[in-house]
């Protein structure tokens, strides 16, 4: 069974930091690249970033540019979101997704319960 368990969200003030943590099990970890997503109170889902089966490659929101950083250690089977310089607008609920393969970051088929983000101070 696929399962992908996000942790790490909490409350954080402004401009302050957040590393985000994704723990994947049940399929292959590095035969996929990795997405995370979120979702801000009343909103739709957002993009914000993600990254190639090996970590070759990465890929931004441009709101996130220069913030958040995502990584990932395959040989934990784990997907990471480092967040710098939050706004109170980073405030959402973070997925983290599985693409639909290891050579495409379009479409998603499996996601986490997501961790909330307060930027507040």
């Known amino acids: 069974e696929v399962q992908l368990v996000e942790s790490g969200g909490g409350l954080v003030q402004p401009g302050g930091s957040l590393r985000l943590s994704c723990a994947a099990s049940?399929?292959?970890?590095?035969?996929?690249?990795m997405s995370w997503v979120r979702q801000a109170p009343g909103k739709g889902l957002e993009w914000v970033s993600a990254i190639s089966w090996n970590g070759g490659y990465t890929y931004y929101a441009e709101s996130m540019k220069g913030r958040f950083t995502i990584s990932r250690d395959n040989a934990k089977g784990t997907l990471y979101l480092q967040m710098n310089s939050l706004k109170s607008e980073d405030t959402a609920v973070y997925y983290c997704?599985?693409?639909?393969?290891?050579?495409?970051?379009?479409?998603?088929?499996?996601w986490g319960k997501g961790t909330l983000i307060t930027v507040s101070s």
């Open positions: 997704a599985r693409a639909l393969g290891k050579h495409t970051i379009r479409g998603m088929d499996y």
């Open positions: 049940g399929f292959t970890f590095d035969d996929y690249a």
